[in-house]
Every structure is written in structure tokens, then in C-alpha cells.
């Protein structure tokens, strides 16, 4: 079974370029996360989806962030314009339906992000 | 907010039990989860306990659970250098909804 795909693993552009990342779930998982994972923290999730509806985008900062997933498979996050606080390693994860309270989470390598 | 503590770094000899500690604040937490990361790798589930429970025995992996004390740790017997990585403690408190702790360094000393 292929996991999570995550392109591309590695990205770098000057401060207020646009930039966007894509991601891949496991065949047959319902929900996708987009976390952000700064240098020597854990993941912060931006938005979560079920299917195509993004049912927890709390944490999403909308004034440039935007996501999309939709046909309900592949995701894509992109940012607008960066700014050099959104370096980071942003990591996509997926978990199947039958999982409880979201336990079962298989993430992607990651994209790391560096704004210059 | 929910919030998930642990300490930066571990350093053990091979051959040594390792014991890597979490403490949580939200009482409502269901489930506990342990985390691996490799260098540039993802995370990678490697047990969670209910909050039911106050042990899960898996292999080499011990999870203890003190809920009046909202703490957490994980046990790795028999430490290899493959062992080497960042550990994640996270818990959910419903809604599918994982809060991480900053990750506990683990350095497997030859």
C-alpha cells in the first residue's frame, strides 16, 4: 500500500512569492490534514478535512493561506504571498474512516518550506 | 488551549531501557498517542492508549498512563541505535482534533 505522497519535499522562495504544496492520502481515507511543523516543535494542525468539506480550519491563517480538496482525494495548501515566518515543514496526513477519535494518522514525508 | 509538555532531549546507552515522559492538561483527553520521527520523515503512529486504560504493552514499547496526574510516558526496552529519533506525545480530546507535544530528542549512545 502506498502512503501518504507529498510533493515537492523541498521548496525555497523569496519573501511574497506564491507557493504550493500537494499531497497525496492513502487510497480510501476520508480525512486529510494539513499540520505546519516549525524547527524543534510539533505539528500544528492548519485544516482538517472530511471528504471535500474542510469541517476544522481554525488554525488556518485565511489572509494568505487557502487549501482545496476537491474531489475529496487530493489536497493542495498554498500560500500567498509567503512571508519568512511560514518556513517550516509542512506535513499532510490522512486517516481512514474507521478510526477512532483519529488515532490511526499516517503522515507524508513533508514539505520543507524556506523563505528567503 | 490544550497543551502537551515534555522534555527536549534523552540520551541512553544501547542495551538500556529508555523512558520518555508527557504531561497534558486537558482532562477530557480520550486518547494518548506516542509518535516517531525520523530525519526529514513524517511521523509515525507508534501506539496510543485509551484513556480508559493505565498500561499498553507492545513489543519492546511500554505506555503508562497516570490520569489523575495527566501523565504520560513511553518505555523502550532494550534501546537500539534505530531507536534514535524525535518522540511525539499527543492526545485528542474528541472531534478527531491531535494536539503534539514539542518532541523528546532520543540519542542512542553505541
Known amino acids: 500500500e502506498a502512503g501518504v505522497v507529498q510533493s515537492p519535499r523541498y521548496k525555497i522562495i523569496e519573501k511574497k512569492q506564491p507557493v504550493a504544496f500537494w499531497c497525496n492520502p492513502i487510497?480510501?481515507?476520508?480525512?486529510l490534514y494539513w499540520y505546519r511543523q516549525n524547527l524543534g516543535q510539533g505539528p500544528e494542525l492548519l485544516i482538517r478535512?472530511?471528504?471535500?468539506?474542510?469541517?476544522?480550519d481554525s488554525q488556518l491563517p485565511k489572509d494568505r493561506f487557502s487549501a482545496e480538496r476537491l474531489k475529496g482525494v487530493d489536497s493542495t495548501l498554498k500560500i500567498q504571498p509567503a512571508e519568512l515566518g511560514d518556513s517550516a515543514v509542512y506535513l499532510c496526513?490522512?486517516?481512514?474512516?474507521?478510526?477512532?477519535?483519529?488515532?490511526?494518522?499516517?503522515f507524508g514525508p513533508g514539505t520543507r518550506l524556506t523563505v528567503t | 488551549g490544550e497543551d502537551v509538555e515534555q522534555s527536549l532531549f534523552l540520551s541512553v546507552r544501547e542495551g538500556d531501557s529508555s523512558v520518555i515522559n508527557c504531561t497534558y492538561t486537558?482532562?477530557?483527553?480520550?486518547?494518548l498517542y506516542w509518535y516517531k520521527q525520523e530525519p526529514g520523515a513524517g511521523l509515525q503512529l507508534l501506539t496510543y492508549?485509551?484513556?480508559?486504560?493505565d498500561m499498553k504493552q507492545d513489543q519492546r514499547l511500554t505506555v503508562l498512563l497516570n490520569k489523575k496526574d495527566k501523565h504520560l510516558s513511553l518505555r523502550i526496552a532494550d534501546t537500539q541505535t534505530g531507536d534514535s529519533a524525535i518522540y511525539f506525545c499527543?492526545?485528542?480530546?474528541?472531534?478527531?482534533?491531535?494536539?503534539f507535544g514539542t518532541g523528546t530528542k532520543l540519542q542512542v549512545i553505541p
Open positions: 499527543a492526545e485528542s480530546g474528541g472531534y478527531q482534533k491531535v494536539t
Open positions: 486537558d482532562s477530557s483527553s480520550t486518547y
Open positions: 487510497s480510501g481515507h476520508n480525512t
Open positions: 492508549i485509551f484513556s480508559n486504560m
Open positions: 478535512y472530511e471528504n471535500e468539506e474542510a469541517v476544522d
Open positions: 496526513a490522512s486517516s481512514p474512516r474507521r478510526s477512532p477519535d483519529g488515532s490511526e494518522q499516517y
